[in-house]
C-alpha cells in the first residue's frame, strides 16, 4: 500500500466510505477549528503528535489498521507511520496535510441544458464554498464565486474549448478570500461584483457591476444568462439565472436555509430586503429551476450524486421561506444567527478591495467552515 493519500483520493475515500478512521494529531485547538470532513461522515480523532509519540503502545492497540493520518503539512504524520509501522500498523499519510486540504477543489458536472449550457459546480470541501464554471463549448465561459486558486477554474473551462470572458462574485464574500479579480485578471476576462458591497468605492481592480437583469453573452444566441438582483445576505447580493434551467443564488438562499444578513450590519433592514428578494423575486421563478448555492453547511445537503442542489419549489417548503408575515420572518431570522466569526470583517475588506494580506495572512484568515447561513432548518 502507499505510504501517503492525495487529498483527492482521500475525498473519493471518505466519500465512498472506504476510510476506517482518520487520526487528527495537530494541537487541539486547531483541530476545534476545523477538520477534515468529505461528504459523508467518518470517524476521527485527535492526538496531538507528541501525544501520539508518547502514548504510541495504546495507540496501536486503539487505531485500525489502514487509519488515515493527519497533521497541518504532513510531516508530523509521515514520521507518525514508521513508528505505527514497527508496531505493526500499517497506516497512510495525508500529503501535504491540513494546508493541502484547505486548497482541494472538487469538480463536479451537472447535466448539459438543452440549449447546450455546460454547468460544473467546484466543490471545496474545506470551507464548505461552492463556486462555478458555465458555459457554451467552444464559446464563452463565466466563472461565479472563483476560491483564490485560479488554476482549476481556467482548465475546466479550457477542457471545452471555453475562454473565460466574464468573473463574477455574487456578493463581497465575508467567509473566504476571492479569486474573482486574480482569475479574471489572468485571463484577460471581466470582473463583476456589486459596488453595494465594495462601498462604492474605487477598488485597486478592474470591476464592471452588472444592473439587474441583464443578460451575460456566453457567445450563442440561443443562451440566456441573466443577473438578477436579490438584496439580503448583502446589500448587493445578486443571483445568476439561466431561465428554467438553473439558479446559482450565491448566499441568497441555500439547499436548506438562508443567508443571514447581519455581516454586514443593519440586520434587520437587509432580512427585510432579504424578505422581498425570497417572495418578489425568486417565488415567481419556474419552480422547477435547480438551485445552485454558495454553500453548504451539513452534510445532509448533499445529494446521492454528490451535488449540493434542489429544485427551487423545495426551498419554499422550509418554515423561514415561507413565512408570509414580514414581522415574523425578521423574528425568525434575527434569532436564528449565529454569532460570526471575528475574520468576518477583515475578509470583507479583503475582498473588496479596501485592505491588503500576505499570502500567510490569508491561509489564516480563511480557517474554518463558513458560517454564512442563518438557517439551516427544513
Ligand atoms: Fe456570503
Known amino acids: 500500500m502507499a505510504r ?22 495537530r494541537n487541539q485547538d486547531e483541530f476545534a477549528a476545523w477538520q477534515v470532513e468529505g461528504t459523508r461522515p467518518v470517524e476521527t480523532r485527535n492526538l496531538p503528535i507528541w501525544m501520539a509519540v508518547e502514548q ?67 466543490q471545496r470541501p474545506a470551507k464548505a464554498c461552492l463556486s462555478y464554471v458555465i458555459g457554451v463549448p467552444g464559446r464563452n465561459a463565466i466563472v461565479i464565486d472563483p476560491a483564490r486558486f485560479p488554476q482549476d477554474y481556467i482548465d475546466l473551462a479550457a477542457s471545452e474549448g471555453m475562454t473565460v470572458t466574464h468573473v463574477l462574485d455574487t456578493h463581497v464574500h465575508a467567509d473566504h478570500i476571492t479569486g474573482g479579480p486574480q482569475l479574471a485578471e489572468e485571463v484577460g476576462a471581466t470582473y463583476h461584483v456589486p459596488i453595494e458591497d465594495t462601498g462604492r468605492a474605487p477598488t485597486p481592480f478592474a470591476n464592471t457591476p452588472l444592473e439587474d437583469g441583464v443578460e451575460i453573452d456566453l457567445g450563442d444566441a440561443k443562451v440566456h444568462v441573466l443577473n438578477i438582483r436579490t438584496p439580503g445576505h448583502t446589500p448587493g447580493s445578486t443571483c445568476i439565472n439561466i431561465p428554467g434551467r438553473y439558479l446559482i443564488t450565491g448566499d441568497t438562499v441555500f439547499v436548506r436555509g438562508i443567508g443571514r444578513p447581519d455581516l454586514t450590519g443593519r440586520a434587520e433592514e437587509l432580512a427585510t430586503e432579504l424578505f422581498h428578494t425570497v417572495h418578489d423575486r425568486l417565488q415567481p421563478l419556474d419552480p422547477a429551476t435547480i438551485v445552485l448555492p454558495a454553500h453548504w453547511s451539513f452534510a445532509n445537503e448533499i445529494d446521492e450524486e454528490g451535488l449540493v442542489q434542489t429544485p427551487l419549489g423545495h426551498i419554499f417548503e422550509s418554515t423561514l421561506l415561507s413565512e408570509a408575515d414580514l414581522a415574523a420572518f425578521i423574528e425568525q431570522i434575527i434569532t436564528s444567527l449565529p454569532a460570526a466569526p471575528d475574520t468576518y470583517d477583515t475578509i470583507r475588506l479583503v475582498n473588496s478591495g479596501r485592505q491588503e494580506a500576505s499570502a500567510e495572512q490569508l491561509e489564516i484568515l480563511e480557517i474554518g467552515k463558513n458560517q454564512c447561513a442563518a438557517s439551516t432548518t427544513t
Open 4 to 25: 501517503t493519500v492525495t487529498t483527492r483520493e482521500l475525498y473519493d475515500e471518505i466519500n465512498a466510505g472506504t476510510v476506517p478512521m482518520i487520526l487528527d494529531v
Open 56 to 122: 504510541i503502545d495504546d495507540l496501536v492497540k486503539e487505531i485500525p489498521q489502514d487509519t488515515i493520518v493527519v497533521c497541518a503539512h504532513g510531516n508530523g504524520s509521515d514520521l507518525l507511520l514508521d513508528m505505527l509501522a514497527d508496531e505493526g500498523k500499517s497506516c497512510r499519510s495525508l500529503e501535504g496535510g491540513t494546508a493541502a486540504w484547505a486548497e482541494l477543489l472538487v469538480a463536479k458536472r451537472l447535466p448539459t441544458t438543452p440549449e447546450g449550457v455546460v454547468v460544473w459546480q467546484v
